[in-house]
């Protein structure tokens, strides 16, 4: 049992090394993400249209217009417009338990943008660790600064469709929907909860 603590621990100090040493866009993918997002705020709306989603989730996972066009006419299907995604990157790793942290930015339809953390346990036996570039639609959300909440995995709600893994988590109205590809796809862990906050914080609980 004390080596398996002692596992764990140095399994929660490595990801966090790895989330601290990663970017969640290097320069260039940050400027293009930004030119992207203020043409879309030019264009006005509601929400994110699935042409300007189909961009920017290519850009950012590094993945075929066309894998991404059928990933977001799936979830344009199932949930219609967002208001929001956020871009970032991810470490995650799993002994007995899985532990996920990342950062991002939050990119609102209406302008605003914020920077986010995230981290929280997965639920798996696998063993291993990866580190991948994440996209998450964000449904219901009006005022940016409520992203920061813990948000709970909705039950059943996993899937795979062009390559890319998708899981819906929700809290109070918001619904979230991460997009994984490549690596990422060991989402298969399934996810417990995930909490979003201002600043990084190692413990993942």
Known sequence: MIQLKTALLTLIAGLAMTACATNDTNPATHAEMQSRHDQAVLAGGNGYSENELVGAVSTHLGVTAESAATTIEKLFKNRGR?????????AG??????????????????????????QGPTV??????????VFT??????????IYRRFPGVDGSAFLVAGMA????????????????????????????????????????
């Open 137 to 146: 639609l964000v449904y219901g959300l009006e005022n940016p600064d409520f």
């Open 82 to 90: 967002p208001t929001g995604y956020i871009t970032g990157e991810e």
């Open 124 to 133: 798996g036996f696998d063993a291993g660790a990866d580190a991948s570039k």
């Open 166 to 205: 998708v899981n819906y988590q929700k809290a109070e109205g918001v619904t979230l929907a991460p997009i994984r590809t490549g690596v990422g796809l060991r989402l298969g862990a399934k996810v417990g909860y995930t909490s979003y906050k201002k600043k990084r914080n190692i413990i993942p609980f």
């Open 93 to 118: 790793g799993a002994l007995v338990v899985g532990l996920r942290y990342g950062k991002g930015t939050l990119w609102m339809k209406n302008g605003e943008t914020r920077k986010v953390y995230w």
